[in-house]
């Protein structure tokens, strides 16, 4: 006797199982980078402290890739979760905070008495200060920025200088500058200075040529020399929020000439007269 098929809309227990169970599948999907994330992190810790900060720093550069794969994930499956953002977050604080000031500490900080671990320690509160705002933040003006400096970019600039010295063959000044530089950076993560999320780049739109050559090029400038050019672009970008920050000050002012400036868009101005700054959309 043939089976009678079930009443459109109405699912039978098996089926109702099986999407159960492929619902908790794709939950833990987007966990599992995160996880991923963490074992870098953990990684890159025991990478230095057996001295071994190039490979260190290739593992903190790979739990970034796995920290944007995750939230993408989640947003493409729809499984965004207020567990998940606090699993990530904590997840960010030991492999972009802990992780990287403690392998600077281990580099070479360690020559300075006090300095040498108060900066990383900064370093590793701003960059905590830096998730939680992001995260009790509801507001979002222009999701082609980020509020300060995102911790894994800060923590991408960190591991770059170890990894272009992981010897440190330039000795004391080398560790001076990455300690000031730490502390700079610190101070941007918890800024209010915009910098570019990128995330408004469409890969599925055409593109002309010319852009896959450039892409092409910075791949072979890259190959060519990983250790100078890695920490080029981390630098570049790090230092990007406050250029960008500078010549629209500067613009501003010129054309300004006295007169009072319009408050933006979307925001009114408050009680003196001066407009209130945007608000942009943080990101871990």
Not at 75 to 102: C, H, K, M, N, Q
Not at 149 to 164: D, E, K, N, R, S
Not at 184 to 202: A, N, P, W
């Amino acid at each position: 006797m043939a089976r009678r098929p079930s009443p459109a809309g109405v699912d039978g227990p098996r089926a109702v199982a099986r999407r159960r169970r492929l619902q908790r599948g794709i939950y833990l999907l987007p966990s599992a980078f995160t996880m991923g994330n963490i074992f870098l992190g953990f990684w890159s810790i025991v990478l230095g402290l057996r001295g071994r900060f190039d490979i260190a720093a290739l593992a903190v550069a790979g739990a970034a890739v796995l920290d944007g794969i995750d939230g993408r994930i989640a947003r493409l499956t729809g499984t965004e979760s207020e567990f998940g953002r606090e699993f990530d977050s904590l997840a960010d604080v030991i492999t972009f905070g802990v992780a990287p000031a403690l392998l600077a500490f281990l580099w070479g900080l360690q020559e300075f008495p006090r300095l040498g671990w108060l900066v990383p320690l900064f370093f590793v509160v701003c960059g905590a200060t830096r998730l939680a705002r992001f995260n009790v933040q509801t507001k979002v003006h222009d999701k082609r920025y980020f509020a300060g400096l995102p911790i894994p970019a800060a923590a991408g600039t960190v591991v770059a200088v170890l990894f272009f010295d992981p010897d440190r063959d330039w000795r004391t000044w080398m560790a001076a500058g990455l300690l000031v530089a730490m502390a700079l950076i610190g101070f941007l993560m918890v800024s209010t200075i915009r910098y570019r999320s990128f995330k408004q780049v469409d890969l599925r739109r055409r593109r002309s040529y010319r852009m896959v050559l450039l892409l092409v090029l910075v791949l072979v400038v890259i190959a060519l020399d990983p250790h100078v050019a890695l920490v080029v672009l981390a630098i570049t970008y790090t230092a990007s929020g406050p250029i960008e920050w500078a010549i629209s000050r500067l613009r501003g002012s010129h054309h300004g000439g006295g007169e009072a400036a319009a408050p933006p868009s979307g925001g009114p101005a408050s009680a003196g007269g001066e407009p209130e700054p945007p608000t942009f959309e943080g990101a871990p």
